[in-house]
RNA sequence: GCGCGAUUAGCUCAGUUGGUUAGAGCAUCUCAUUUACACUGAGAGGGCCGGGGGUUCGAGUCCCUCAUCGCGCACCA
């Protein structure tokens, strides 16, 4: 054993080994460490669900550092003793997925999805998914992740299915999901709706053009699209215009483009008097804001626009056009005609989709939706501020357990950014008309309509061909991993079958702030509704990972580092230190290889630390000799210092923790105590001695063990190195011992 | 338009509730060293804590204001 330290570590050696041992041991469960007497039966609990990564490809540097936190969190749970369990999982990411292999397949085949077929393309798409899926397990690995691998979830896999549509019916049944025609946002390169927050806002240079429909209309307007203003059915004006005032109410047809249009002049307190020409333009069928003014005026909808983001008109100028050539045979009809009164240069946001960059169109669609205002009973007894038979709505839900703190928010200032948007919240769109996902559990036959969990008994039923938003099932991720919808729910008893007793709410939440918005308070969504609990206690958000320059890491920017590179390099407990040392909670981090090449040579430090106190100091004492005050003084010091970095823990700051442990361990421990030690055991007494190896021995143990949540592969190895026969994994924290 | 964050040594960042002389790592420079470890040690230089104003016995820290950068939301006729 000792013959190991004479060489230097090696990271690639060790690690995979060691990997291999913690989870031979079966400790990343706890039952099994309740079984064999690790963990009391009744003690705390610690529990954390993984962020599912989505089945796409491979882990980022981003990935690494939630993952190292996340097992730095784990792992010190686990070595306080407490009832540890971490979820690991992938997410299917229903657009994410099916657009790359959509790609994958057009390029390989040249075929599209409609030529496979839909179990045929979903076949494809499955063995691109356990592929990712693979690689996503392999990558958990090699950064040490002490998952609870036993308990492995998949947001598309069998029981979450149950899980998806038991929460379906549920809602549906309560008057919370509701099928509704209106303008929703669809993704013309993608061919599916999506939600408000799949929506990516990009600034453009465009143009306003200010223009009157025909010479005979007495009001001009603006817009930027002009092609879309065959489908106008009405001009709305401010009610207290007085320029428009004898318009108002009156219906005018007339001729533009080749298409009859019939404008009916309506007031609106919507409108804006000092914006162009104070008259808006109404296109019900192409902007949420205009179907709501057609809703209150009770106009007639025109759509103009087909799925293609082509024309959908008769007029034989504009048929069959796309709207970007539509707009240009738009603006030099109102040219010719001079009708065209004004163009100015503008910067505005195009809305584009979050996953295939599409330009979204607004379209009228029949579609799914999750109603957040409506009023319904509470059901559920335990939630502390919410009480059992009150009248709530899901956004008061979700508002509710945040602004009661009975969920804390990390750093809190994202409380703010988390009502803020809670408070503008529109009723969520969950039908996708793509097909990796989960089936929408809604059966047809004519007029009828059958919601539940297995297909209605008898002949022509046909199902919805939709699936539902990916966040759907991800909301559910909390307790959909815990056996929910049917927990045995015993309190104390072991077994998967009674995790969501046993370890719901989860302990913590972490993850990036990027995704507080769909998934976090999703989860507040569905846990508060369906399970009457909130479902983490802690929300801890990062920040990005970016590179030394500050720029974003991305494939498209070629700055992408591959954590399996770095683990390659500098092993993976300096790959965690660095990305760990230095980053707060809600802050974004820049990262350098200097930085992975500091924590390799720590490393290599602590590891001739051991090598220094195994040979040159000798072998540990049997039984404690007399030890002197100085030592006495040393322990005590080292003490101190746990003492402060486990409050820092507890408090979730690790970078600090981290950082003071390293400089301990280097300038305290290496720097100091070693060099006053050498003169001692070279010429002090037999007293001072003994006194000194025992001392250089706890101060090593404690080191490790304090060291062990971040740097876990080293430390275990010096651990069996020191004679150890037991885990450090499973070993007591210092303060506990 | 509304809101949030950042601004501290050449670089990356700490700096808790206001409290001695503002810290760390990396980088730079000098010196040491057949050393547990060159993946080393000792030391040095380097800061108007973004600008201005205020509160206070005392401000990097609290308040106001401006500037630059970044981000979120809304608008997007």
């Known amino acids: 054993m000792i013959e190991k330290l004479l060489t230097p ?29 690790v963990t009391e039966k009744d003690a705390p609990y610690f529990s954390i669900v993984l962020p599912p990564p989505n089945v796409t490809g491979t882990l980022h540097l981003g990935s690494a550092y939630m993952l190292a936190l996340q097992d730095i969190m784990t792992r010190f749970a686990r070595m306080q003793a407490k009832r540890t369990l971490w979820i690991p999982g992938t997410d299917h990411a ?11 397949l057009q390029k390989e085949h040249g075929k599209s999805r409609h030529d ?25 690995m090699k950064m040490g992740c002490s998952v609870d691998w036993s308990r492995e979830a998949f947001t598309l896999d069998q029981k979450r299915n149950i899980a998806v549509k038991t929460t379906f019916k549920q809602m549906y049944d309560d008057g919370l999901i509701y099928r509704g025609y209106r303008v929703v946002n669809w993704d013309p390169k993608g061919q599916t709706t999506i939600s408000d927050d799949e929506v990516v ?42 320029r428009y005032k004898e318009y108002v109410g009156k219906t005018y047809d007339l001729e533009f483009c080749g298409e009859s249009l019939s404008i009916t002049v309506v007031a609106d307190i919507s409108v804006d008097p000092l914006f162009g020409t104070g008259a808006l333009g109404v296109t019900p ?17 025109k759509p103009v626009i087909n799925e293609f983001a082509k024309m959908s008109v008769e007029s034989p100028l504009l048929s069959g056009k796309k709207v970007l050539e539509a707009r240009e045979l738009v603006v030099a009809y109102l040219k010719e005609h001079d009708l065209l009164l004004k163009e100015e240069a503008v910067t505005q946001n195009v809305s584009t989709a979050e996953r295939t960059g599409g330009i979204i169109e607004p379209l009228p669609k029949l579609q799914w939706f999750i109603n957040v205002n409506k009023e319904f009973v509470y059901p559920h007894e335990n939630l502390p501020h919410v009480k059992k038979g009150d009248i709530v709505t899901l ?11 009975n969920i804390d928010i990390l750093p809190d200032r994202f409380v703010k950014v988390y009502t803020h948007w809670i408070e503008n919240l529109r009723d969520w769109c969950i039908s996708r008309q793509i097909w990796y996902g989960h089936r929408i559990p809604v059966w047809y036959k004519g007029e009828e309509i059958y919601c539940g969990i297995e297909a209605p008994e008898g002949a022509d039923w046909e199902q919805d061909s939709d699936t539902l938003d990916t966040w759907f099932s991800s909301g559910l991720w909390t307790f959909s991993t815990l056996g929910w919808p049917a927990p045995k729910g015993t309190l104390g008893e072991t077994g998967p079958e009674n995790d969501l007793a046993n370890y719901h709410p989860t302990t913590i939440l972490e993850t990036g702030y990027d995704i507080l918005f769909p998934w976090v308070a999703r989860m507040i969504l569905m846990s508060t509704y369906l399970v009457g ?8 958000l990062h920040g990005l990972v970016r590179d030394n320059k500050g720029q974003k890491i991305s494939k498209s920017l070629g700055n992408n580092i591959d954590p399996l590179d770095m683990i390659k390099d500098y092993g993976a407990d300096a790959v965690r230190m660095a990305l760990i040392i230095g980053t707060g909670p809600g802050n974004d981090s820049k990262i350098s290889l200097d930085k992975f090449k500091a924590y390799k040579h720590f490393a290599n430090k602590i590891w001739n630390i051991a090598r220094f106190v195994v040979t040159t100091a000798g072998p540990k004492p049997d039984v404690k000799p007399e030890i002197t005050d100085q030592d006495y003084a040393l322990l005590e010091e080292q003490n101190e210092l746990v003492r402060e970095i486990t409050e820092e823990m507890d408090q979730y700051k690790y970078y600090l923790a981290g950082e003071k442990l390293y400089h301990y361990i280097w300038h305290r421990f290496a720097d100091v105590i070693i060099e006053e030690s050498k003169p001692i055991l070279k010429d002090g007494t037999d007293v001072e001695k003994n006194s000194r190896v025992w001392t250089l021995y706890c101060i090593l143990e404690t080191s490790l063990t304090a060291l062990h949540p971040f740097m876990p592969f080293i430390t275990e190895e010096l651990w069996s190195i020191l004679g150890k026969k037991n885990l450090l994994m499973t070993e007591k924290w210092p303060l506990l011992r």
């Open 9 to 37: 570590y090696n990271p690639l050696d060790a690690e995979d080994r060691i990997y291999a041992i913690w989870k031979e041991s079966g400790f990343f469960n706890p039952d099994v460490c309740i079984e064999k007497g």
């Open 395 to 405: 956004k008061k839900l979700m508002l509710s357990v945040v602004e009661e703190k």
């Open 116 to 140: 496979f077929g839909r179990e045929a393309f979903l076949h494809h798409v499955g063995t691109f998914a356990q592929e990712s899926h693979d690689t996503i397990v392999s990558q958990m």
């Open 94 to 104: 229903a657009i994410a997925t099916q657009s790359k292999v959509e790609k994958q």
């Open 201 to 242: 806002y990009e600034e453009r240079q465009s143009v306003l053009y200010t223009f009157k429909y025909s010479p005979e209309f007495p009001i001009a307007i603006s817009t930027t699209r002009p092609e879309t203003k065959v489908g106008d059915t009405a001009v709305a004006v401010h009610p207290d215009d007085i």
């Open 285 to 301: 069928a192409h902007s949420s804001i205009d179907w709501e003014i057609a809703q209150r005026h009770n106009l007639p909808q």
């Open 533 to 540: 609990a909130i479902p983490f206690k802690t929300v801890y």
